[in-house]
């Protein structure tokens, strides 16, 4: 084992699978939202007041939230478009990786870097887009947001959800 534990969150990268874009489109400041609640739902047994059931009912996954530096003419930026203000959604598969470096000297520049895990994001589409405050005072770059629904995700290389 060549990598530090545990492993750092800044190094990571997004792959967007299908859509046609490119490694410029996949260069993202933070990524948030990957988590999965399981819903629940009480049932009280008649005749039993001392307690109550709680029992599960599906899963429930959160926005997924990409933050980058503004970029001109961007592929990406017009799926989101066209799909808010058209309603032409395509939904594209993706994955979350957390990268780690690999080195053999370490006073050398790393020769490589290698996904340590990752995360399949099934059947997403733009929900929201925005772009940060413009401010005169403030010496800061213009961040957009990229919002995205999913229908699940799972760790790459598990087998998918039951049906």
């Not at 993202?28 to 009480?42: K, P, R, W, Y």
Request: neutral net charge; proline residues 9%.
């Amino acid at each position: 084992m060549d990598y530090a534990y545990p492993p750092v969150s800044f190094f990571f990268e997004v792959v967007f699978l299908g859509g046609g874009f490119d490694q410029v489109e996949n260069r993202f400041q933070s990524v948030t939202g990957l988590n999965a609640e399981l819903q629940t739902e009480t049932v009280k047994e008649g005749g039993v007041n001392y307690y109550e059931h709680i029992l599960p009912v599906r899963s429930k996954y959160p926005p997924l939230v990409l933050k980058r530096g503004l970029v001109k003419d961007s592929k990406l930026s017009d799926w989101c478009m066209k799909a808010i203000l058209n309603l032409d959604i395509h939904p594209v598969d993706l994955q979350v990786r957390l990268l780690h470096v690999k080195r053999t000297d370490p006073k050398k520049p790393p020769e490589k870097s290698e996904p340590l895990m990752g995360w399949d994001v099934i059947n997403a589409y733009p929900r929201k887009w925005s772009v940060s405050d413009f401010n005169a005072e403030q010496n800061a770059i213009a961040i957009e947001s990229l919002e995205l629904n999913y229908s699940y995700f799972k760790p790459q290389g598990s087998n998918p959800p039951a049906r």
